[in-house]
Structure formats: C-alpha cells, structure tokens
C-alpha cells in the first residue's frame, strides 16, 4: 500500500495517552495486507440508490464575496476501552496535497472520523483510501455528491477484497467524511459518527445517526431482509450503516443486504455566520448534545482560538463525564477570529394607559387613602 503525503491519517495504539495534532502529519500508517486493487466489479456494484439522486440539502443564501479561511485540529483518546478503534484524516490543502491543480475558487479539504468495531483495520484503510476514491474521479470536484457517495461504495468493495486476501482484516467501520470546496460544505455520513456545524451559536445536525431502530432505517433494514432485535441489526451490531464487516453472515453481500456502506449526505453554502465544525465518533456524542458541544467549544475557541486545543477540549470534558468508548473528535474553524460574543438584543417595549385606565387607577388609589 502506498503513503499518501500530506494526509493525517491517524489510529492510535493501544497505550492509554491522548493525542492532538495540527494536520497534516505525512506519516500515515501502512499496511501490506490492504492492498488498493480497483476492479471492474467495484465500478458494477457501486450503485447509488436513493443518496445521491436526492441528496438531503440545508441551504441559506451565502454572501458571494465570503470564502472559509480553514484551520483544523484533532484529538483522540483511548478512553476506557481496552482497544483503539477510532482513526481520523485531516486534510486542509485537499487537491494539492493530493497532486491536483487548484481551479475553484477558495478552500479545497477533507475531514473524516471512522469508528471501527471488531478491529481497527477498516477505520484505518477507509481513513487511508476514501480520499484517494474521491480525487481519482475524473469528474472531480464537479459532481461532488455522486463522487462522494460513489468513494464509500468503491472503499466498502475494495476493504472486501482485501479481505478475501487476509481473512484478519475482518472488521467494520463507520465513517463521516467532510469536504470543503470553495463555499460548499458536504457532509457524508455512514453510521453513528456526526457532524454539528456551529453558525451564530446555533448547532446545526449536518448528518444523521443511523441507528437500527430509527424508523427510516428498520424499514430499509427489513425490506433488505434484515431485522432489528433489541436495538441491533440481526441481532448483532448496533449501527444500521457501515462500512466492512463482509465477514458478518447475513448482513452484507454483493447483491445488497441490511448493513449497507451508502452514505446520506447533507450539504450548505458556508456563510460569515459559519464558525466551525465539529465532527466526532460516537463516544464523544455519547456525552455531548449537539448544541451543548457547541456552546462548549465555543467557549473554548473564544478563550484560545486553536481548533487543535478545542479538540482536546472536547475529548477531556467527554472523558470527565465518564464516556465509555473510543474518543476522536476534529474541530475545523472557519474564520481567522475566535466566535464574537453573542449579545441578544433587548426588546423595547412600549407601555402605556388609557384615559379610562388611568381613571380607574386614580379611583382604586383614592379608596386606599379613605
């Protein structure tokens, strides 16, 4: 397998210590076994079903004249776990770290967070291949939305094959993958990792925890000939998305199944309200609501202004509040200036008697001096 230069693509070991870091780190880790192998059967079963037709939109009318000035950072933790199964990439020079020329206007960067589960190697080969998926597109960066869906299809069959290949490489992974292209932020999510945009101090969800017993997911999960027992997928696994886990009998197969790899996606025009991004595996949001992590970093950020130290932040408070898995989390500021002070603007608000009103007030007070 080859390194990628310029991606951070990290999944910590086993050791209790927590990591920060500033991306990019050209170091990312390698494995023989997970080899890249494109096939004519991964163009075949890469369909897109309902995602990429209709992708799910949140839009508001952004000033022409605002682009992102990114800055990123990211924190993982072992927690209480035995294992570490969480992995990340931040990349804030996408296209030319990945070798491309540059011809959108603004900011080109990738994010993503990956849980894995039985294992760390498909969290760490979806970290180390889904970019690649991405920028490989000939169509790249038009289309974004079919290209994005498709590179979660085309990473899920290519984990496969590298399965066939070394049967201890079984495992799974969800996966959020964030880009940012000029204005346009795009949101890809597969699992119960999530995306929480922060703008004007409100937390906007840019995705969706695909749970089993959420009612959009049982019914595909049933219609795919799957069911839901006590919250789990057949019984055995507590997302309804994932990337991996082909070694699971009767969740996956070429021809479909319950557990699917397709991503739900969510975009919006980035404005000068946008302050940042907060993107975390499911340990973080275990502890956390979306507008409490907000407001949480928030805070942080208007203290010291560091995404990286905001990151590690939130992976700490989550710690503290006693969350019991893997911690990953990555905070990508959109503005050069920490979040400005909310100040709610007080209502004036008229009071006034009438004449009548006056008069009976006179007469209540006159009876009291009688």
Known sequence: MEEIEGVNCCSESESRSSSVTRPPNPNPPSYRQCKLVRHA??????KLSDVSAEPEHVTEDCQSDFFPMLRSG??????????MEDAYVCVDNFMEDYGLKNHIDG???FYGVFDGHGGKHAADFACLHLPKFIVDDKDFPRDIERIVASAFLQADNAFAEACSLDAALASGTTALATLVIGRLLV?????????????RGKAIEMSRDHKPGCNKEKKRIEASGGYVYDGYLNGQLNVARALGDWHMEGMKS???????????????????EDEFLIIGCDGIWDVFRSQNAVDFARRRLQEHNDPAMCSKDLVDEALKRKSGDNLAAVVV???????PNLVAPRSRVQRSFSAEGLKELQSFLDSLGN
């Open 41 to 46: 059967s991964l163009k075949m079963n890469t």
């Open 74 to 83: 990211a924190c993982t933790d072992i927690g209480f776990r035995s294992n």
């Open 107 to 109: 900011p080109s960067a």
């Open 187 to 199: 949101v890809a999510n597969a699992g119960d990792c999530r995306a929480v945009l922060c703008r």
């Open 254 to 272: 070429k021809d479909g199944g319950p557990l699917t790899a397709e991503p739900e996606l969510m975009t919006t025009k980035l404005t000068a």
């Open 333 to 339: 500021c959109f503005q050069q200036q920490p979040p």
